[in-house]
């Protein structure tokens, strides 16, 4: 296959899922590394993670991020899992000029954080494609983080991955053990979700707070949706999306991923 890359990258939105799926093997570890088998080699890549929300809006800037286990509970092998790969302090400079007039914040503290790198490490596992990350100013409207995408969609014609990581219905406190199906209201707000992206109707997406309860319950906080608002604003006219994997675990997190950028 030739890896070389083309004239334009896709951008992917990967649900997450449980810090685990770093160190196991199931469906959704399998379709990330198919999809990424399909893939040019990145250039680099730009991550925007539900796990790193900040007052206004950052760019890691440094020579080599930290691996950042931001999570408590688990076994200490995944706490000893490295993901080393380099930053992009260049492509850092170019994000911060290319959203100007926003203030972006060049960040030197911050490193991959477990959105990140627990995808990667299985999409990406050589770690020797650079990565940066974009903090989402969770106090902006769903309309500002599309818009970010749209100007951030040039990078993708110079050989950028964008991606966003997170999960479209994200509920820890309604949680199931076992083998438990889908609440009925998380798989109702996952299948609208995956139609309003096959179908092309962001307008719904951006405004799914007002979905109800079904919304209320599926996004009770909106770090972990929001991420798919940049990937979607990605989208060129001549490009559709496809859906990568799908499925909801635990009754309540789903693991839909989603890819702009097959042609029409």
Known sequence: ????????????????????????????????????????KPKAILAVSAHWTTRGTAVTAMDAPETIHDFGGFPQALFDLRYPAPGDPALARQVRDLLAPIDVQMDHAWGLDHGTWSVLIKAFPQADIPVIQLSIDAAQSNAFHVE??????????????????????????????????????????????????????????????????????????????????????TKRNDERISIAVDGIEAGSISMLTAVVGASE
Not at 2 to 10: G, I, L, N, V, W
Not at 156 to 166: C, F, P, Q, S, Y
Not at 176 to 202: E, I, M, Q, S
Request: proline share 6%; glycine share 8%; with cysteine.
């Open 148 to 233: 970010i995408g749209r100007k951030l969609s040039v990078l993708r014609d110079a050989g950028v991955l964008i991606i966003g990581t997170g999960d479209v219905v994200h509920n820890l406190r309604m949680m199931t053990r076992g083998d438990a199906p889908a609440y009925d209201w998380a798989a109702r707000f996952n299948d609208k979700v995956r139609a309003c992206l096959l179908d092309n109707d962001f307008t719904q997406l951006i405004d799914y707070p007002q979905w109800g309860r079904d919304a209320e319950l599926s996004v009770p906080t909106a770090e972990h949706f929001l991420p798919l608002l940049y990937v979607i604003g």
């Open 1 to 40: 296959m030739d890896r070389t890359t083309p004239a334009r990258m896709p951008a992917i939105f990967f649900g997450h899922g449980s810090p685990m799926n770093a160190l196991q093997d199931n469906r959704y570890t399998a379709a990330w590394q198919s999809l990424a088998a399909t893939l040019p």
